[in-house]
């Protein structure tokens, strides 16, 4: 017994008490194969004594799986790792580095006093006969000073960085990580120097780790430098790859063939005669990546037609504008509402667009087939930007302009292309977006445009079932909502305004007009009558204005030298209409300025006031 306790107070106290519970299940053990082989039926009072031993085999089972549990873990198991979702993507905490954001390819070393050298301006005043020539050849076929364009690198570069200290310091977020992007470039017989001065800018100035591809879309062009020569040109650029439409399909078509052959996370669209500016794509993508819904376009800024000089942006930030729409449908400019100034904080908060210019812009890939991508059935170019806007703003995605992301556009003043179905298809493209879109307000747009008024009639316009299904399908906003809360700034004209139409005078037969470039400030003209809407149609409003609203909310304003188109006083919103631009249509086919007591006349060479006469013709006008 001495041995015994002596053996129980050693150190492997856990394994004293298994060799204890070992004997005590032996016993047990014993007692049970002596007892069960009796027959309890024969022997009813050993059942109870079973019924006891079975209880005390538990609790004794119980213990010593609890000893065995209490016991100390000679191996450690491997950990047991939770796997990612199938829609979750790695990311790493911190910050992208600096090597990680080198660009595709690097930038050759430059000559500053190289033409076009640091995004200056290349000078145009002292070409000789033969170079003087050249450019009015290159302008006539481009619209743009090609010669001078031919003179400056390919590769040239834009000079130091002057955007705002927020955005040149702003740093980019592993997690989420960034989306790649392939950038797709229609061109149509686009100049050699300014459509791979638009490729060689995005290889210099796009991460590596982030630009998949730059996919040229040749949209049939005729001119042979943009065939074979262009294809082994490019093989040299590895990423780049040139697809093409054997036939003129125009700018959407186009692009939709981009996407389809893109590889990128994020389609890039930008036109053929860019440059991009420092750190322009890492803003974009991280918007997309924080929200794939957003479509974000880059602040653009100008490339000079003439001299190709680069406006570079300022490093104490700018008087940003945003895009908006006329009812004509047209895509415009505007300053930006005090709302909206109020909520950025800084240059590198974006800024709520109602419209988007549509030329350049980036849209995650997936969401750019889930939003309807574009309109199939319109045709070669034009309103499918305003469509897209209203789109992807009603079926609840949003357009923002990123200020931290500058690229330059060369803008023309008129067009070098021809349209193979004619202008015509402009008219019909807005159409379609209007029946699709737009709701009972289209009627405000068909007022202003007689040639889409026809179609719709006609139904001239094509099938748009798809397109009505598809807004069903995405439980799309009407438009009244858009107007209420995307562009609540925006001017509604009178749904029913109280006369439309051309105004037409009876002693002269021919029509009020604005005139040419008419924005305001200058004085109407008498013109032919041409039953086109445009210059010519004007709203007698139930404010009592007589309103030539087609892009701009312009007002017949009356002066005592003259009559002249200015900005409209009303503007809704606590405003109110002044008696320069108040009128009264009589009786008598006069148009009457109360405040003047004065009438409308068509004697002069311009339209005036003069005092009222019910038997001059020259003062009796009719809506027509």
Same mark, same amino acid.
């Given at each position: 017994?001495?041995?015994?306790?002596?053996?129980?107070?050693?150190?492997?106290?856990?394994?004293?008490?298994?060799?204890?519970?070992?004997?005590?299940?032996?016993?047990?053990?014993?007692?049970?194969?002596?007892?069960?082989?009796?027959?309890?039926?024969?022997?009813?009072?050993?059942?109870?004594?079973?019924?006891?031993?079975?209880?005390?085999?538990?609790?004794?089972?119980?213990?010593?799986?609890?000893?065995?549990?209490?016991?100390?873990?000679?191996?450690?198991?491997?950990?047991?790792?939770?796997?990612?979702?199938?829609?979750?993507?790695?990311?790493?905490?911190?910050?992208?580095?600096?090597?990680?954001?080198?660009?595709?390819?690097?930038?050759?070393?430059?000559?500053?006093?190289?033409?076009?050298?640091?995004?200056?301006?290349?000078?145009?005043?002292?070409?000789?006969?033969?170079?003087?020539?050249?450019?009015?050849?290159?302008?006539?076929?481009?619209?743009?000073?090609?010669?001078?364009?031919?003179?400056?690198?390919?590769?040239?570069?834009?000079?130091?960085?002057?955007?705002?200290?927020?955005?040149?310091?702003?740093?980019?977020?592993?997690?989420?990580?960034?989306?790649?992007?392939?950038?797709?470039?229609?061109?149509?017989?686009?100049?050699?120097?300014?459509?791979?001065?638009?490729?060689?800018?995005?290889?210099?100035?796009?991460?590596?780790?982030?630009?998949?591809?730059?996919?040229?879309?040749?949209?049939?062009?005729?001119?042979?430098?943009?065939?074979?020569?262009?294809?082994?040109?490019?093989?040299?650029?590895?990423?780049?790859?040139?697809?093409?439409?054997?036939?003129?399909?125009?700018?959407?078509?186009?692009?939709?063939?981009?996407?389809?052959?893109?590889?990128?996370?994020?389609?890039?669209?930008?036109?053929?005669?860019?440059?991009?500016?420092?750190?322009?794509?890492?803003?974009?993508?991280?918007?997309?990546?924080?929200?794939?819904?957003?479509?974000?376009?880059?602040?653009?800024?100008?490339?000079?037609?003439?001299?190709?000089?680069?406006? +570079?942006?300022?490093? *104490?930030?700018? /008087?940003?504008?945003?895009?908006?729409?006329?009812?004509?449908? &047209? %895509? @415009?400019?505007? !300053?930006?509402?005090?709302?909206?100034?109020?909520?950025?904080?800084?240059?590198?908060?974006?800024?709520?667009?109602?419209?988007?210019?549509?030329?350049?812009?980036?849209?995650?890939?997936?969401?750019?087939?889930?939003?309807?991508?574009?309109?199939?059935?319109?045709?070669?170019?034009?309103?499918?930007?305003?469509?897209?806007?209203?789109?992807?703003?009603?079926?609840?995605?949003?357009?923002?302009?990123?200020?931290?992301?500058?690229?330059?556009?060369?803008?023309?003043?008129?067009?070098?292309?021809?349209?193979?179905?004619?202008?015509?298809?402009?008219?019909?493209?807005?159409?379609?977006?209007?029946?699709?879109?737009?709701?009972?307000? +289209?009627?405000?747009? *068909?007022?202003? /445009?007689?040639?889409?008024?026809?179609?719709?009639?006609?139904? &001239? %316009? @094509?099938?748009? !079932?798809?397109?009505?299904?598809?807004?069903?399908?995405?439980?799309?906003?009407?438009?009244?909502?858009?107007?209420?809360?995307?562009?609540?700034?925006?001017?509604?004209?009178?749904?029913?305004?109280?006369?439309?139409?051309?105004?037409?005078?009876?002693?002269?037969?021919?029509?009020?007009?604005?005139?040419?470039?008419?924005?305001?400030?200058?004085?109407?003209?008498?013109?032919?009558?041409?039953?086109?809407?445009?210059?010519?149609?004007?709203?007698?409003?139930?404010?009592?204005?007589?309103?030539?609203?087609?892009?701009?909310?312009?007002?017949?304003?009356?002066?005592?030298?003259?009559?002249?188109?200015?900005?409209?006083?009303?503007?809704?919103?606590?405003?109110?209409?002044?008696?320069?631009?108040?009128?009264?249509?009589?009786?008598?086919?006069?148009?009457?300025?109360?405040?003047?007591?004065?009438?409308?006349?068509?004697?002069?060479?311009?339209?005036?006031?003069?005092?009222?006469?019910?038997?001059?013709?020259?003062?009796?006008?009719?809506?027509?």
């Amino acid at each position: 017994m001495t041995t015994f306790r002596r053996f129980l107070r050693k150190r492997f106290f856990p394994w004293k008490l298994v060799i204890v519970a070992l004997i005590f299940i032996t016993f047990v053990f014993l007692i049970q194969r002596e007892v069960v082989g009796r027959d309890l039926q024969e022997e009813p009072w050993l059942k109870d004594i079973v019924d006891k031993r079975d209880a005390v085999l538990g609790m004794m089972m119980g213990a010593v799986n609890n000893f065995r549990d209490a016991m100390p873990k000679m191996q450690i198991k491997a950990p047991v790792r939770q796997h990612d979702t199938a829609d979750s993507k790695p990311c790493l905490n911190g910050y992208y580095t600096a090597a990680e954001l080198k660009p595709y390819l690097e930038r050759p070393s430059q000559d500053p006093s190289a033409p076009g050298a640091s995004g200056k301006a290349f000078p145009t005043d002292k070409l000789s006969p033969e170079e003087q020539k050249e450019k009015e050849k290159g302008e006539a076929k481009h619209c743009f000073n090609l010669f001078a364009s031919d003179q400056i690198s390919l590769s040239r570069d834009l000079g130091p960085d002057t955007r705002p200290p927020e955005c040149i310091e702003q740093k980019v977020k592993r997690c989420p990580p960034l989306p790649t992007t392939s950038i797709i470039i229609v061109f149509h017989n686009e100049a050699w120097s300014t459509l791979l001065r638009t490729v060689y800018s995005v290889l210099h100035t796009s991460p590596a780790i982030f630009l998949k591809e730059i996919i040229l879309v040749d949209d049939a062009s005729v001119d042979d430098y943009l065939k074979e020569p262009l294809d082994d040109y490019v093989k040299q650029l590895h990423i780049v790859k040139v697809v093409r439409q054997k036939e003129r399909k125009g700018l959407i078509t186009a692009r939709l063939l981009g996407a389809a052959v893109a590889t990128g996370d994020v389609l890039t669209f930008l036109d053929a005669h860019c440059e991009c500016f420092h750190g322009w794509l890492e803003p974009l993508l991280a918007r997309i990546a924080e929200n794939y819904t957003v479509v974000v376009s880059p602040d653009i800024t100008t490339i000079d037609l003439n001299t190709f000089e680069f406006m +570079k942006p300022s490093p *104490y930030g700018q /008087n940003h504008n945003r895009g908006n729409f006329d009812w004509g449908l &047209s %895509f @415009g400019w505007e !300053s930006l509402p005090d709302h909206e100034k109020k909520r950025r904080k800084d240059e590198t908060y974006p800024i709520k667009t109602p419209t988007f210019a549509g030329g350049l812009f980036s849209i995650s890939k997936e969401y750019f087939y889930d939003i309807g991508s574009y309109d199939e059935k319109m045709e070669i170019w034009g309103g499918e930007n305003i469509e897209m806007s209203f789109r992807v703003w009603q079926c609840g995605g949003q357009l923002e302009i990123i200020p931290c992301s500058v690229v330059g556009h060369v803008f023309r003043t008129k067009s070098p292309h021809t349209f193979p179905k004619g202008t015509q298809v402009i008219a019909r493209n807005e159409v379609r977006l209007a029946e699709v879109w737009m709701d009972d307000y +289209k009627e405000i747009f *068909y007022r202003r /445009n007689q040639q889409a008024a026809q179609m719709a009639k006609e139904k &001239s %316009f @094509g099938d748009i !079932s798809q397109r009505l299904k598809l807004r069903q399908n995405l439980k799309c906003k009407n438009f009244s909502w858009y107007l209420k809360n995307v562009y609540p700034e925006g001017f509604l004209p009178d749904l029913i305004p109280l006369r439309f139409g051309a105004v037409k005078n009876m002693g002269k037969e021919s029509c009020l007009d604005a005139g040419e470039n008419n924005e305001g400030g200058k004085q109407l003209i008498l013109y032919p009558c041409h039953g086109l809407g445009g210059n010519q149609y004007f709203e007698y409003s139930t404010h009592h204005e007589i309103r030539h609203n087609i892009q701009k909310e312009l007002c017949l304003h009356a002066t005592a030298e003259a009559v002249t188109l200015e900005e409209c006083q009303f503007k809704g919103q606590n405003t109110h209409v002044t008696v320069e631009e108040k009128w009264e249509l009589r009786e008598e086919h006069l148009i009457v300025n109360p405040a003047s007591n004065t009438c409308l006349t068509a004697k002069e060479e311009h339209p005036s006031l003069e005092p009222c006469n019910p038997a001059d013709r020259f003062q009796k006008w009719t809506f027509i």
